[in-house]
């Protein structure tokens, strides 16, 4: 099978296809098709060397943590699915492949109305969103949130979920991308390059704080995301773009009883990963249907181009996700 493979870290230089050995789906695993993969950051972060896939180094590094295709084979104890159905889903890496094996709990329907070539663009940015909106952060209708780079696969999944449950939600992010995240309905957008954000955050809670902030920055953000969020809120951090290190008085956490809490999806047990999964299923999957939530793609690359999809998602320029097309 035709996949991405990563041979040393480094540019884009690196980045070749090849043809490699497909896997085979265990007892409670299937084999799905791909039809398309997405990109995402760490992709970026792994081929540098800088993110690697949980577990041991596997004889070709294949990147990819989210797939749409179609069910190939089932292992013997799977019940759920059956070759041809379609599905969708995350895994640690391997999705930038023809041929991808994943345990059967991890996987997700295609939503009524979302083409299957389109589907790689829900499953890694709506369950991270969902998963530290919702569930760590527990925002819920009436609440109101904090998300940096709105526009962002991540951002424009968080926007949508918090109209969807009925909460606020304010971002932040670039001057070329206000518009973006005010037509998919953040109720306040400040542009970073010409506003702070605490302060505008301030002025639209009447001085609160909101319940939750959503970061994928980090660096010099921290202290002001404290000053954003309220009395025993959340600040949830899934990403540390602006920089891994942080600098902040202690004295502006403790009166706020706040949490500063970090996670990632990718490193969990399986048996985390299913639990999350599962809750993004039961809770989100039939908003899709009813409309209240779409994927939101900016472009899309052929597998053979794998070099030129990273060297856009560099520059940040992109709304939404860049996806890949691997077979038909």
């Known amino acids: 099978m035709r996949a991405v493979v990563i041979p040393e870290y480094g540019g884009v230089e690196v980045l070749e296809v090849r043809d490699v050995p497909k896997p085979a789906p265990g007892p409670d695993e299937v084999l799905v098709d791909v039809v398309c993969s997405a990109m995402n950051r760490a992709d970026l972060l792994q081929r540098m060397g800088q993110y690697p896939a949980p577990g ?37 890496a391997g999705a930038m492949a023809e041929r991808v094996a994943t345990h059967e709990r991890m996987l997700q329907r ?17 369950m ?20 940096h780079a709105g526009a962002s696969g991540v951002g424009t999944a968080a926007i949508q979920i918090a109209k969807a449950i009925g909460a606020r939600i304010a971002v932040t992010c670039s001057t070329a991308k206000v518009a973006a995240c005010t037509d998919l309905g953040a109720d306040l957008v400040v542009d970073y390059t010409g506003a702070d954000f605490a302060e505008a955050v301030k002025e639209w809670t009447g001085g609160v704080g909101v319940d939750v902030v959503l970061d994928v920055i980090g660096g010099d953000y921290l202290a002001r995301n404290i000053a954003s969020v309220r009395t025993q809120g959340r600040i949830i951090q899934v990403g540390v773009m602006g920089g891994p290190k942080a600098t902040f008085a202690l004295g502006m956490l403790l009166p706020k009883r706040a949490a500063l809490i970090g996670t990632v999806l990718r490193s969990r047990p399986i048996e ?21 939530l779409r994927p939101i793609i900016d472009s899309r690359y052929a597998l053979e181009d794998i070099a030129d999809a990273h060297t856009y998602m560099a520059t940040n320029a992109n709304v939404g996700k860049i996806l890949l097309d691997v077979q038909d």
Do not use: Y
């Not at 294949?62 to 159905?85: K, L, Q």
């Not at 109305?113 to 709506?126: C, R, T």
């Not at 299913?274 to 009813?290: K, V």
């Open 272 to 292: 985390q990963k299913i639990d999350a999964n599962q809750r993004f299923c039961a809770e989100l999957l039939p908003r899709f249907d009813d409309g209240s």
């Open 56 to 92: 041991p180094k596997p004889p070709f590094e294949i990147p990819g943590m989210e797939f749409a295709g179609r069910i190939a084979a089932v292992g013997e104890r799977v019940t759920g699915w059956t070759a041809g159905d379609h599905a969708m889903g995350i895994v640690s």
């Open 128 to 147: 991270t969103a969902h998963d530290a909106l919702m569930t760590q952060g527990g925002l819920a209708s009436g609440g109101t949130a904090l998300v």
């Open 110 to 126: 295609i939503p009524t109305g979302v083409a299957l070539s389109d589907a790689a663009a829900i499953p890694e940015v709506f």
